[in-house]
């Protein structure tokens, strides 16, 4: 079991104070300039890690309508142009030069119908997969929350056969139990039965919490840590023989130190 936290939620070495792992939140770590890598930066990036002793995971660029989202690296996994392309390949190089256990991608957004969008969505994962290949990365395709009716994968089913479609080694599932909770309405039964589904298929895991049901203010998916909300993290037990990273996605060291607690409380190590 390996604990992590985002980017986002302190300096790399607060983090590596209390944690094992850190996911570099690409977006929004300023790496980028109308869409193009500072190579400069990212090395500086790099550097700093290379003074801490933590594991790595990264957060690829996705969708976003939030207005604190930079908009010059927007990507919807459905609607991929190269620019798109050249976003996510770039985050699957960096993953491979940092030997990162893992590279979060969004699944795409529904424009038309749902069935046209998931199979764009399909045929450009198998491409990305591949890249991933090249650089043995794995890639960890994310669980949306259903409070926002244009995402796909929100349920268990469809972002099972998005994994089985897209049919590659270097293709998994990052589960996010929060954006579960919302999809699930709050109800732990039908939790656990979301993470159970998907246990076989899992590579990294999203941790935070939130209260079950929509809110205004990003579809409630609000990133508390872990305790703060109504999930039971004893749901986290269902996924059998998962023994990578927990990355707590909150927003400062006061939840991480949290979160911690309330993760190490509630699954059992064999």
């Known amino acids: 079991m ?17 944690l094992e792992s850190v996911e570099l939140y690409i977006p929004k770590m300023g790496l980028y300039s109308n869409a193009i890598l500072r190579n400069d930066l990212l090395d500086k990036v790099i550097d ?39 976003l996510i390949r770039e985050s699957i190089e960096i993953a491979g030069r940092l030997g990162s256990r893992a590279v979060v991608l969004h699944p795409g957004r529904i424009n038309g119908t749902r069935e046209r969008s998931f199979s764009s969505m399909v045929g450009n994962l198998r491409s990305l997969a591949q890249t991933a290949e090249e650089h043995g990365v794995m890639l960890g395709l994310e669980n949306k929350e259903g409070t926002d009716q244009g995402n796909l994968c929100t349920g268990y089913a469809e972002l099972i056969r998005a994994i089985q479609e897209v049919n590659s080694d270097n293709l998994g599932i990052t589960f996010d139990i929060g954006h579960a909770n919302l999809t699930c309405g709050g109800n732990m039964m039908k939790l656990r039965e979301f993470a159970g589904s998907i246990a076989p298929y899992v590579v990294h895991v999203h941790v935070h ?8 203010h990003y579809d409630g998916d609000e990133h508390l840590a872990p305790g703060d909300g ?31 607690d309330t993760i190490l409380n509630a699954i059992r190590i064999p």
Request: net charge negative; charged share 20%; proline share 3%.
């Open 209 to 216: 919490d939130n209260r079950g049901i929509w809110l205004e």
């Open 2 to 18: 390996i604990l992590g936290a985002s980017s986002f939620a302190g300096s790399f070495s607060q983090v590596a104070s209390e």
């Open 230 to 260: 109504i999930i039971d993290y004893g749901v986290l037990n269902e996924l059998a023989g998962y023994r990578g990273i927990y990355n707590m996605e909150v927003f400062s060291m006061e939840d991480v130190v949290k979160g911690k």
């Open 48 to 86: 700093e890690l290379s003074t801490v002793d933590l594991y790595t995971s990264l957060h690829a660029p996705y969708f976003a309508s939030s207005p604190t989202y930079p908009q010059d690296v927007l990507v919807d996994t459905a609607d991929m142009d190269d620019v798109a392309f050249r």
